[in-house]
């Protein structure tokens, strides 16, 4: 990914900023500028997430997309906020240890590298819960 | 609008072919479908090609006016062609943007091709270029790939539902099973369930043997008003519905992680055209890109209830003399997944059967059949169903 492409987006990967509808009072992590709720009526605004969800489902990823190949297993899961918006992360623990249900929270993390000596990409994955 | 039909198919054969270049296996189905159907160059009045990443796989752009060039239609009769693309679901988009073509009384003769050249870069190249129809910002950032997508698919299907890898196995067997029977099959090798569940893990709990493969090939069909149609043939095979639908680019954003909400719509909007229901439906061709996918389009498309396509896959219910035949082609699976080419293939496969001309394949006294072709992890579905009765 090109370095303007990641960094327009870094503040909301870095700090888990994504946005809202004042109207329908949705919550939307990837952000989105229009609320597929109402479309055009509605007003969106900022709004950082706790982090704080839990795993819906999950996989632990043998063959590894390009880029990702020292990094097998790793574990890939759909974590649901608790504010209400799913994402798709990397999530830090042992295969045998993740399940369906598992709280998760946030934690900063290397995602990728631009080749060898290209940028660094930054950003959240998530660690199980125990508190 | 009028009533559309396809007088002519072709598929190439699927599979790896070092010697062979885009355009060749291209113009070998799209002049296969012409002879197919008995109709001169003059006749075509447009083509439309589904492609999903020719820039990626061939570094080639453009592909709509390169296949008129090099199928002998761009230098002399000027013949409009149109590249489609939906991921892995642009043959299928191509089949019903010629459809619309015909219906709208604008063209008459009408070719809908669809191809993918995939072996031209290494494979972790090409699943790359595939994982672009998932959300590169959201998805593949993180190291999702297909596999991946599906595998969680599969996982919360197991766990709401209870089905069993072994479930899953049965699809890949069934799809082997009917592939060997088929020439242009990519695969024509019998897998039992045990060497499926013995191959590696690509994206737990998807096997590599859970997996369609990487896949050169190209499909074609000409398409006519259903008015002339038998001046070209004795046995048209009439389009009773084309639909399409959409869902979240991202996995994460659906309503349910193990309902392709856009395959259950595309299906309720098919039915609705024809004026059928799932029981009128003699054979169906579903996007088995992974075993998971057939088993959630089984349900999806209403052959069975929600949370059960893994018992009818085990119980023989979607095999050929079952009660539902489900890719008796081999599928994705067996037959092979040229990605630009599956919704196209899915098509002659079906007009083959109600032709009656699939041999140790058939599905006897086929009269009604399915296609159902989707994009990326299910953001695109497109389903039509054909017949021999108009």
């Known amino acids: ?75 890939l899961g759909i974590i649901k906020l608790n504010e209400g918006p799913s994402l798709t992360s990397q999530i830090i623990c042992e295969p045998e240890e993740v399940k369906i249900g598992m709280k998760v929270k946030p934690v900063f993390r290397k995602l990728g590298q631009a080749g060898e000596r290209g940028m660094i990409y930054y950003g959240t994955k998530f660690v199980p819960d125990l508190c | 609008m009028r009533d559309v039909a396809i007088i002519g198919v072709k598929n ?55 296949i008129a060039d090099y199928s002998g239609l761009a230098k002399d009769m000027h013949v409009p062609s149109t590249r489609v693309e939906a991921a892995c679901a642009s043959g299928g988009l ?27 870069v290494p494979s972790p190249k090409a699943s790359s270029a595939l994982a672009a129809a998932a959300d590169r910002e959201w998805e593949g950032i993180m190291g999702a790939t297909f596999p991946g997508l599906y595998a969680m698919i599969a996982r919360l299907h197991m766990h709401k539902y209870g ?46 043997f859970d997996c369609s493969p990487i896949t050169d090939g190209a499909s074609a069909v000409v398409l006519a008003p259903a008015d002339i149609a038998h001046e070209y043939t004795d046995t048209p095979i009439y389009v009773k519905a ?30 609705e055209m024809a004026k059928m229901e799932p029981k009128d439906i003699d054979l169906v061709e579903v996007h088995d890109c992974f075993t998971i996918a057939e088993i959630c389009a089984i349900e999806d498309l209403g052959f069975s209830k929600k949370g059960e396509g893994g018992i009818v896959s085990m119980n023989g219910e979607t095999a050929i ?42 599905v006897d006294g086929a009269e009604i059949g399915m296609t159902h072709n989707v994009g990326g992890s299910g953001a695109t579905a497109v389903v039509h169903i054909l017949s021999r009765d108009r």
Not at chain 1, 1 to 18: D, H, T
Not at chain 1, 19 to 32: D, H, L, M, Q
Not at chain 2, 33 to 56: H, L, R, T, Y
């Open chain 2, 94 to 120: 191509a089949l019903r943007q010629g459809i619309y073509a015909v219906a709208s009384g604008i063209d008459d003769i009408v070719i809908a091709a669809g191809a993918e050249k995939m072996t031209d």
């Open chain 1, 1 to 75: 990914m090109s370095v303007p492409r990641f960094w327009r987006k870094q503040i909301a990967r870095y700090n888990l900023v994504g946005t809202r509808c004042k109207k329908c009072n949705e919550y939307f992590y990837p952000p989105r500028n229009m609320c597929p709720g109402c479309r055009r009526e509605g007003e969106i605004e900022d709004f950082k997430f706790t982090g704080k969800g839990e795993v819906i489902t999950f996989t632990v990823i043998h063959t590894a997309a390009e880029g990702f190949e020292n990094q097998t297993p790793y574990v």
């Open chain 2, 163 to 208: 089905t069993k890898s072994e479930q899953l196995a049965e699809v890949a067997v069934k799809n082997h099973h009917n592939g060997q029977f088929n020439p242009i099959a990519q695969y024509k090798s019998p897998l039992t369930v045990d060497s499926v569940l013995g191959s590696i893990m690509v994206a737990d709990p998807l096997h590599i």
């Open chain 2, 321 to 362: 003399g079952g009660r539902i035949p489900v890719n008796t082609s081999g599928g994705l699976k067996s037959c092979g997944h040229p990605v630009g080419a599956t919704g196209v293939k899915q098509a002659v496969e079906i007009v083959e059967q109600l032709r009656g001309e699939s041999g140790k394949r058939q």
């Open chain 2, 242 to 271: 084309t639909a399409q639908a959409s869902d979240t680019i991202a996995l994460h954003d659906r309503r349910d992680i193990t309902t392709l909400d856009a395959s259950v719509a595309a299906g309720k909007r098919a039915y």
């Open chain 2, 12 to 66: 190439t054969n699927f599979g790896e072919q070092w010697d062979r270049s885009f355009r060749d296996v291209v113009v070998e189905a799209g002049v296969g479908a012409v002879e197919d159907a008995g109709v001169v160059g003059e006749k075509i009045d447009s083509m439309f090609v589904g492609n999903m990443s020719g820039g990626q796989f061939v570094e080639q752009e453009h592909i709509g006016a390169l």
